[in-house]
């Protein structure tokens, strides 16, 4: 059942909620309004035209169970002051307000009634080990607003806090290298059990993410726990193909053992030391893919008990509809301003073209030679982005609209064209300029979506998100007739003004590459 207490201030805001008001303590008389959830009243500020409910516990504080499965929060007796957003999960960088109490959502919706309206839920990206959902890039007020729905962002635990595999290395941890997933599950049923006290359907659930938030979304999609708890699933620029192995993940795990100066037998030391000591070792030496440490979900025959998308897609997401999305020149986010990239020539190039940013055995003189004689226009520098992008980046995405089509399961793909501008003053559609535009957030903070085009592009994709989220199919009329991807033609829709329906684009460069195996980076 849906609360509500309103002040005079919150009452045209919030028309439509129930109106049973509860005990609440003086304190908090001053919020507008209130909703129910199955641990407590939680409180809302107007943002946008719509509710905001921020920080809200999902899950118990970590820290005392560090390493061991969530579990949901105690009941609160006084509301939950939903003004501020909760903290992120510890991690390396420079994400403000972090803790092990991370487990929080925010939920904006337009009211509190009954409507039961369709429900995304944006997961973050950040890789495995930064990121949290408070980024102005991923505010849900405009898009719930706009289409007239429920959004949620939510925290979950990152890096060694999420997915270091401890299981072979001493009990106990059985659980530990897939926790940040199994956090995830447990948002899921979250809003399972609490949206409709938001406005929103707990059967009509969209999970969206970019980056790292689309490979967490492909994990989700093959974890028996996770089965039911949504309905349409849209991945941008981020695919998991295949898990860490157990092995591999071990071994990364022991590495950061000695990074803390601990063996085996030391183990539950982990427990109890500072949590900065924990993400600190983070940064040794990762074994396999050298860098920093990597930590993604694991193979462990427990919460993950297949690959996600090999050796073909999950049958138990068989009927999610699904949306696959890249940008045409994701790697330019990376490298775009690398000061080792710039005055590439065609002698310099192939010694950019490193096994770390092609991600694939190839040969790079083979790989200039190939461009140039198939796309003489290119200089070095695109040669760079586009090899870069097709082997690295674009070839897990294909891989999941080849494995789906097979399926016979539906998958919208789709790839942004239109360019937004980085803050070197580099232009392209680059890794995460997909964000801003899905989402309806093209003004806010870090967007480089600009220029007068950049409204009426983020309207045909957010009108697109917001017809998928609906329906399970995005077609809408600001869109040519989209047809789900099959493994004859093809079928992409190119973001762009105006869009536009292609068969295999890039359709050249996919053939080039796919004749060499792909190992998902991290496995």
Not at 379 to 393: E, F, G
Not at 442 to 450: D, L, P, R, T
Not at 489 to 503: I, K
């Amino acid at each position: 059942m849906v609360r509500g207490h309103l002040t005079r201030r919150g009452l045209g805001l919030a028309a439509g909620a129930a109106l049973i008001a509860p005990a609440v303590p003086a304190r908090a008389r001053s919020i507008s309004v209130f909703a129910t959830t199955r641990h407590g009243l939680v409180s809302a500020r107007a943002e946008g035209g719509v509710l905001a409910f921020k920080g809200v516990p999902y899950g118990a504080d970590t820290g005392p169970r560090r390493f061991q499965p969530p579990v949901p929060p105690a009941p609160w007796s006084e509301p939950h002051l939903g003004r501020d957003f909760g903290p992120a999960s510890p991690q390396r960088g420079n994400e403000p307000n972090q803790s092990e109490d991370c487990l929080r959502l925010n939920v904006w919706t337009p009211k509190l009634d009954a409507g039961r309206r369709p429900v995304i839920v944006y997961i973050h990206g950040g890789a495995y080990a930064t990121g949290s959902g408070s980024s102005p890039l991923t505010n849900g007020a405009r898009l719930a607003a706009r289409g007239d729905l429920v959004v949620v962002t939510v925290n979950h635990r990152l890096g060694p806090l999420g997915y270091a595999s401890l299981a072979r290395l001493a009990p106990g941890f059985e659980d530990s290298g897939n926790l940040g997933q199994l956090d995830l599950v447990l948002a899921l049923q979250w809003v399972r059990d609490n949206i409709a006290a938001f406005g929103g359907d707990p059967g009509c659930v969209t999970v969206v993410g970019q980056s790292g938030g689309g490979a967490k979304i492909a994990t989700l999609m093959a974890m028996p726990a996770a089965a039911g708890l949504f309905h349409r699933a849209v991945t941008m620029s981020g695919q998991q193909v295949t898990a860490s192995g157990p092995l591999n993940a071990t071994r990364r795990a022991e590495v950061w053992l000695e990074a803390l100066g601990l063996t085996p037998d030391r183990i539950d030391e982990v427990r109890t030391m500072p949590v900065e000591r924990l993400i600190e070792a983070a940064g040794a030496t990762d074994p396999i893919l050298g860098g920093s440490l990597y930590f993604g979900p694991v193979l462990d025959g427990r919460s993950l008990t297949r690959h996600p998308f090999w050796p073909d897609a999950p049958a138990q997401s068989a009927r999610v509809p699904m949306m696959i999305g890249n940008t045409r020149e994701e790697t330019l986010a990376f490298l775009g301003g690398d000061p080792a990239n710039a005055g590439l020539t065609w002698e310099s190039l192939p010694a950019r073209l490193t096994p770390s940013q092609m991600r694939i055995d190839v040969a790079p003189e083979e790989v200039v030679a190939w461009y140039r004689a198939n796309h003489p226009a290119m200089s070095p520098d695109q040669v760079l982005i586009r090899a870069t992008t097709a082997a690295r980046s674009w070839r897990a995405a294909v891989i999941e609209a080849e494995m789906r089509a097979a399926q016979g399961s539906p998958a919208y793909v789709f790839q942004l064209d239109w360019a937004s501008r980085l803050p070197n003053g580099r232009t392209g559609a680059y890794h995460t300029s997909d964000i801003p535009l899905m989402l309806d957030n093209v003004a806010a903070e870090g967007s480089g979506a600009v220029g007068p085009e950049a409204q009426a592009m983020s309207d045909r994709m957010s009108d697109t998100l917001l017809a998928f989220a609906r329906t399970g199919d995005p077609n809408h009329v600001g869109l040519p007739r989209w047809t789900p991807y099959s493994l004859e033609r093809r079928e992409t829709m190119v973001m762009d003004l105006p869009p536009r329906m292609e068969n295999d684009p890039r359709g050249d460069e996919r053939r080039f590459f796919g004749r060499i195996p792909y190992i998902q980076p991290g496995t």
